[in-house]
C-alpha cells in the first residue's frame, strides 16, 4: 500500500516547479502502478502551452477559473471546479488561469518525475521510457 500526504510531498524532489505551474507528484512511474497522479497549481494570470505528444493526461479541476484553447481548432472550453477534460487525441493546447488553478492530473504513461515542458510543450520521449 502507498500513502503520501500533500504535506510531506511539497517542497521534496516530487513536488516540481516551472514558471507558470507547480506540480506534487504522488504517483509516478517508479511506483509500478501503471499511471502517475499528480496535485498540479496553474498559476493565476499564466498561459501554458503544452503538446502531450507522448502521453494521454486527464485533467480534473478542483479549484479556480480558467480555460483550455486547442491550438489547431481555437476551440476554448472553460475550466472550473468540477470541470474534467481529457487529452485522447494528444491536443496541443493552451491553458489559461484567470485565478489560481487546481488540477488533479492522470497519465498513461506514467511520468519519472523529473519532466518540464520543452519549448513545443512536450514532455520528451527519453523520459516516457525511462527507469
Known amino acids: 500500500m502507498i500513502v503520501r500526504t500533500l504535506e510531506e510531498i511539497t517542497d521534496s524532489p516530487r513536488d516540481t516547479k ?3 505551474w507547480c506540480s506534487r507528484r504522488f504517483l509516478l512511474k ?3 502502478v501503471g499511471f502517475s497522479l499528480h496535485d498540479t497549481l496553474i498559476y493565476p494570470g499564466t498561459e501554458t502551452l503544452i503538446w502531450y505528444r507522448n502521453h494521454i493526461e486527464a485533467v ?3 479549484e479556480g477559473e480558467g480555460e483550455v484553447e486547442v491550438t489547431e481548432t481555437g476551440t476554448i ?3 472550473r471546479a468540477g470541470t474534467l477534460y481529457t487529452l485522447n487525441g494528444h491536443e496541443r493546447h493552451l491553458l489559461r488561469a ?4 487546481r488540477m488533479i492530473c492522470v497519465f498513461n504513461p506514467p ?3 523529473n519532466e518540464v515542458h520543452d519549448v513545443q510543450g512536450v514532455y520528451p ?3 516516457v521510457n525511462a527507469q
Do not use: M, R, V
Open 60 to 62: 480534473y479541476c478542483i
Open 18 to 20: 516551472a514558471p507558470t
Open 125 to 127: 520521449l527519453e523520459a
Open 98 to 101: 484567470k485565478t489560481q488553478l
Open 30 to 32: 517508479s511506483d509500478g
Open 111 to 113: 511520468l519519472t518525475g
Open 77 to 79: 472550453y472553460p475550466i
